[in-house]
């Protein structure tokens, strides 16, 4: 049987409706920061509601990369060449990685893993962000620019570490999808700063921002309960399964990697390299089935917030909602906070949020938590997705008491401390939680 080696982390691991619609048409996969032409105004004054932003917190997905999966050798390779993955120069910065604790840098695994084969054909790594993603992120952070120092002076104009907190997964991609968000939001000259931006991230072994299911042990009878009943519980997946198989050369496997064949047309089509045309006539197939599997692994088969939700983004529930808590009675708190993940990040947080529509979140992709306080300091939260308005499950309104919105998560939420406890319960306890 031939196995098709798997790269990567689990799988990959507004707009205005017209510019919504027009990017689900493209499918690049691309999410075009600069096609805004609006102001989407975090002063609600207007409105009406005379509160004040007290702090923003946006996870957001990495910039266009390449491939992170292997295919099987009966699909011809695409070329990865250097011009694709030239450096964008305005999006160069000086910064340093530290660990949570402001020590060195830790080790990354999860990247050595994806140079431990080689370069692509053409020279480029895997999982490289591409001149195209350093560009996405770049608009991304000149948008916020705009909302959150143009428009609404929230935070200087120039990086103050007393404001802006980074933090980043401990991979290539996302470490520079950061820098590159922060020369888009300040700029890159260093006259207006003191040393080098920081980016925090934690080692590979108590990683939250994907689903770590190297180290937290309970993860895998879950997924690998939710690949089993993937032929049953989704209908029509099956035949849809054996059929790519077919074209790909692959004996029946119900642990098909439909994540990889995804990423890799959908890599392909953002670069505009060719597509073989037996595939390309299944794109939309892949790409449907590719965001059920992904829902159903982070999230379990059944409907509601379930312990592999929980084990999936419950510390990141909690990590957002805990910011919130100590920024409502202090003035010494971040107001900004940058958290540079995956898709395989924000599937899970949409889902827990309620507001996951059903599509895979395109390249610079980002959800962005406002908190809001009146002058009787009562506080609430509105949560945005792809830069529109959402109202969160468990919600009665888009602008959340924040009270209420803490409650409606607290059933998928989990603290640090209970979450690695969580991780190495026994297979037969799989369902009972502790909080």
Same mark, same amino acid.
Request: aromatic share 8%; charged share 25%.
């Given at each position: 049987?031939?196995?098709?080696?798997?790269?990567?982390?689990?799988?990959?691991?507004?707009?205005?409706?017209?510019?919504?619609?027009?990017? *689900?048409?493209?499918?690049?996969?691309?999410?075009?920061?600069?096609? +805004?032409?609006?102001?989407?105004?975090?002063?609600?004054?207007?409105?009406?509601?005379?509160?004040?932003?007290?702090?923003?917190?946006?996870?957001?997905?990495?910039?266009?990369?390449?491939?992170?999966?292997?295919?099987?050798?009966?699909?011809?390779?695409?070329?990865?060449?250097?011009?694709?993955?030239?450096?964008?120069?305005?999006?160069?910065?000086?910064?340093?990685?530290?660990?949570?604790?402001?020590?060195?840098?830790?080790?990354?695994?999860?990247?050595?893993?994806?140079?431990?084969?080689?370069?692509?054909?053409?020279?480029?790594?895997?999982?490289?962000?591409?001149?195209?993603?350093?560009?996405?992120?770049?608009?991304?952070?000149?948008?916020?620019?705009?909302?959150?120092?143009?428009? /609404?002076? +929230?935070?200087?104009?120039?990086?103050?570490?007393?404001?802006?907190?980074?933090?980043?997964?401990?991979?290539?991609?996302?470490?520079?999808?950061?820098?590159?968000?922060?020369?888009?939001?300040?700029?890159?000259?260093?006259?207006?700063?003191?040393?080098?931006?920081?980016?925090?991230?934690?080692?590979?072994?108590?990683?939250? +921002?994907?689903?770590?299911?190297? /180290?937290?042990?309970?993860?895998?009878?879950?997924?690998?309960?939710?690949?089993?009943?993937?032929?049953?519980?989704?209908?029509?997946?099956?035949?849809?399964?054996?059929?790519?198989?077919?074209?790909?050369?692959?004996?029946?496997?119900?642990? +098909?990697?439909?994540?990889? *064949?995804?990423?890799?047309?959908?890599?392909?089509?953002?670069?505009?390299?060719?597509?073989?045309?037996?595939?390309?006539?299944?794109?939309?197939?892949?790409?449907?089935?590719?965001?059920?599997?992904?829902?159903?692994?982070?999230?379990?088969?059944?409907?509601?917030?379930?312990?592999?939700?929980? *084990?999936?983004?419950?510390?990141?529930?909690?990590?957002?909602?805990?910011?919130?808590?100590?920024?409502? /009675?202090?003035?010494?708190?971040?107001?900004?906070?940058?958290?540079?993940?995956?898709?395989?990040?924000?599937?899970?947080?949409?889902?827990?949020?309620?507001?996951?529509?059903?599509?895979?979140?395109?390249?610079?992709?980002?959800?962005?938590?406002?908190?809001?306080?009146?002058?009787?300091? /009562?506080?609430?939260?509105?949560?945005?997705?792809?830069?529109?308005?959402?109202?969160?499950?468990?919600?009665?309104?888009?602008?959340?008491?924040?009270?209420?919105?803490?409650?409606?998560?607290?059933?998928?939420?989990?603290?640090?401390?209970?979450?690695?406890?969580?991780?190495?319960?026994?297979?037969?306890?799989?369902?009972?939680?502790?909080?």
């Amino acid at each position: 049987m031939f196995l098709w080696r798997k790269i990567g982390i689990l799988g990959s691991g507004l707009c205005s409706a017209f510019v919504l619609h027009e990017y *689900l048409l493209d499918r690049k996969d691309v999410f075009r920061v600069q096609a +805004f032409s609006f102001w989407r105004s975090s002063n609600v004054e207007e409105e009406g509601q005379g509160l004040e932003l007290k702090l923003v917190q946006i996870v957001f997905r990495h910039g266009a990369r390449t491939p992170i999966s292997r295919l099987p050798p009966s699909i011809e390779q695409a070329t990865w060449s250097s011009d694709l993955v030239k450096t964008v120069p305005h999006t160069l910065i000086d910064y340093r990685v530290v660990s949570l604790d402001g020590g060195a840098q830790p080790p990354s695994p999860v990247e050595d893993s994806y140079q431990k084969h080689g370069p692509h054909k053409g020279g480029a790594r895997w999982g490289q962000l591409t001149t195209l993603g350093q560009q996405q992120m770049f608009d991304l952070g000149q948008l916020l620019r705009k909302h959150y120092v143009e428009n /609404n002076r +929230f935070i200087d104009p120039g990086y103050n570490p007393q404001q802006v907190y980074v933090r980043s997964t401990n991979i290539k991609r996302t470490v520079e999808s950061a820098r590159c968000v922060l020369a888009g939001l300040f700029g890159n000259s260093q006259s207006d700063r003191e040393g080098p931006v920081v980016i925090q991230t934690s080692t590979a072994e108590e990683e939250i +921002f994907y689903p770590n299911r190297e /180290n937290c042990q309970a993860m895998r009878p879950l997924i690998k309960t939710a690949w089993g009943l993937l032929d049953t519980a989704l209908p029509g997946y099956r035949e849809d399964r054996l059929k790519l198989q077919h074209i790909l050369g692959i004996q029946e496997a119900r642990q +098909f990697n439909i994540f990889g *064949l995804r990423d890799e047309l959908t890599a392909r089509k953002a670069h505009d390299l060719p597509i073989p045309e037996n595939l390309a006539a299944l794109e939309d197939v892949v790409e449907q089935r590719a965001t059920q599997c992904m829902a159903a692994l982070v999230s379990g088969v059944e409907d509601g917030h379930s312990h592999a939700l929980r *084990l999936s983004t419950g510390p990141v529930i909690n990590l957002l909602t805990q910011n919130m808590q100590r920024a409502q /009675n202090s003035e010494n708190c971040h107001k900004l906070h940058l958290y540079s993940g995956h898709d395989t990040t924000l599937i899970p947080l949409l889902k827990a949020l309620g507001i996951f529509d059903d599509r895979w979140p395109p390249y610079a992709a980002h959800v962005t938590l406002e908190l809001y306080q009146d002058a009787k300091k /009562n506080n609430f939260v509105k949560v945005l997705y792809l830069e529109e308005e959402k109202q969160v499950q468990g919600c009665s309104a888009v602008l959340c008491p924040f009270e209420e919105f803490k409650e409606a998560m607290a059933t998928v939420a989990l603290s640090h401390k209970a979450f690695w406890e969580n991780c190495k319960i026994d297979q037969k306890k799989a369902s009972q939680i502790t909080v």
